[in-house]
């Protein structure tokens, strides 16, 4: 067995638990905020409306994503319930 501290650093981004909710947090504000600007976008330069539609969809899956992983967080769900959130 090996402390968590220990790890070299590819390994801690990895196998240390903080790390890894640190990284998937950051992936997803990056993902949410990237989704959020391609909506806007499309709104503001006045794309036409099957693109504003596809950006409408992805945003608002984005916001169902962002639900599912701060309900799983806050209820500090079983490991099966959180996998919902990734799928």
């Known amino acids: 067995d090996y402390k968590r501290a220990e ?5 801690n981004m990895f196998e240390n638990m903080s790390s ?18 391609a ?6 330069l006045r794309l036409p409306r099957s693109t504003i539609t596809a ?15 701060i309900y799983t967080v806050i209820n500090q769900s079983p490991l099966h319930h959180a996998w919902s959130h990734q799928m």
Do not use: C, D, E
């Open 7 to 11: 790890l070299p650093w590819i390994r």
């Open 20 to 37: 890894v909710q640190t990284n998937h947090r950051f992936l997803a504000y990056t993902t949410y905020t990237l989704v959020l600007g």
């Open 39 to 44: 909506f806007v976008a499309s709104i503001v």
């Open 55 to 69: 950006a409408s969809f992805a945003f608002l899956m984005a916001n169902m994503q962002a639900a599912t992983g």
